[in-house]
Nanobody
Framework: QVQLVESGGGLVQSGGSLRLSCVAS????????MDWYRQAPGKERELVAA???????TYADSVKGRFTISGDGGKNTVYLQMNSLNLEDTAVYYC???????????WGKGTQVTVSS
């Protein structure tokens, strides 16, 4: 089993910044990809940013130029630097990891990000 724990969420004013972290722990796993998703009230969960060990990061159009995903393989940690936050960024942010053994996909419990005007 792999456990993912997110941190760094909170309340921030529009235009502000937050940095989310997600730490993966467990036994015998190898991370193939780590992603950040978000789900706003009444909306479907959407992919925000993704990173693998072999490809360039990818971003949702709505966050390009404002969010940056990065990883520290040695610490099994992925970060999401969020700048120029706006009201539409308010959501629960979830960390997702794809690993080398069944069930291959793991999710964190999420961290709330609230942007106020």
């Amino acid at each position: 089993q792999v456990q993912l724990v997110e941190s760094g969420g909170g309340l921030v004013q529009s235009g502000g910044s937050l940095r989310l972290s997600c730490v993966a722990s467990g036994r015998g796993f190898r991370i193939k990809a780590m992603d950040w998703y978000r789900q706003a009230p009444g909306k479907e969960r959407e992919l925000v940013a993704a990173i693998t060990d072999s490809t360039s990061p990818t971003y949702a159009d709505s966050v390009k130029g404002r969010f940056t995903i990065s990883g520290d393989g040695g610490k099994n940690t992925v970060y999401l630097q969020m700048n120029s936050l706006n009201l539409e960024d308010t959501a629960v942010y979830y960390c997702h990891a794809r690993v080398n053994y069944y069930p291959y996909n793991y999710w964190g419990k999420g961290t709330q990000v609230t942007v106020s005007s």
